[in-house]
T-cell receptor, first 109, second 116 residues
Framework: EDQVTQSPEALRLQEGESSSLNCSYT??????LFWYRQDPGKGPEFLFT???AGEEKEKERLKATLTKKESFLHITAPKPEDSATYLC??????????FGKGTRLHILP | GAVVSQHPSRVICKSGTSVKIECRSL??????MFWYRQFPKQSLMLMAT?????????EQGVEKDKFLINHASLTLSTLTVTSAHPEDSSFYIC????????????FGPGTRLTVL
């Protein structure tokens, strides 16, 4: 069964403490892997799309990487405003998108 | 770029009434729009996929007669919750994929539906 698993479920960091969020997937034919940020009561905000193993993308304090089995979202020197739920989603060849359950990130000032 | 809006952002209605939610792509044309619902502290669950000018494709377990979807143009899709009941209370989110571009979906801000 196709699956997208995010870990950890929740993560508390001190401001400035770098860490990584994991998204592991098992799908037959990856068309794209997506990272989104979601704040409470709001829709997901697009961060990155990755298409193939070895690809990396950066935006401010965030960097996303992709292998054949997993993706990492690295957050460097986070600030309290980076607190949110980070969602990973994977799209197969047939356009179906599967979302992980998300990682709730809390950055303490 | 790639902005998606939803209206209304919040709606409270009585049981038995119907509610329409609009989803618009503001600065791009969307061949495909998607409707999701999300329960508290859970991930997004795809309800249906709509393509402009054709019937929506519903996910297993989603009643097409209860959740009516219309994708009338390349920038507008609507979701109508018919004869709403308290168990339909949820956060409904739409997304849109740009015509001829990458598979990335851009999401609207969501609509909080509360059925009394």
């Amino acid at each position: 069964e196709d699956q997208v698993t995010q870990s950890p479920e929740a993560l508390r960091l001190q401001e400035g403490e770098s860490s990584s969020l994991n998204c592991s997937y098992t799908v037959s034919g990856l068309r794209g892997l997506f990272w989104y940020r979601q704040d409470p009561g709001k829709g997901p905000e697009f961060l990155f799309t990755l298409y193939s193993a070895g690809e990396e993308k950066e935006k401010e304090r965030l960097k996303a990487t992709l292998t054949k089995k997993e993706s990492f979202l690295h957050i460097t020197a986070p600030k309290p405003e980076d607190s949110a739920t980070y969602l990973c989603a994977v799209q197969e060849r047939d356009d179906k998108i599967i979302f992980g359950k998300g990682t709730r990130l809390h950055i303490l000032p | 770029g790639a902005v998606v809006s939803q209206h209304p952002s919040r709606v409270i209605c009585k049981s038995g009434t119907s509610v329409k939610i609009e989803c618009r792509s503001l600065d791009f044309q969307a061949t495909t729009m998607f409707w999701y619902r999300q329960f508290p502290k859970q991930s997004l669950m795809l309800m249906a996929t709509s393509n402009e000018g054709s019937k929506a494709t519903y996910e297993q377990g989603v009643e097409k007669d209860k959740f009516l979807i219309n994708h009338a143009s390349l920038t507008l899709s609507t979701l109508t919750v018919t004869s709403a009941h308290p168990e339909d209370s949820s956060f409904y989110i739409c997304s849109a994929r740009e015509l001829g571009r990458s598979p990335t979906q851009y999401f609207g801000p969501g609509t909080r539906l509360t059925v009394l």
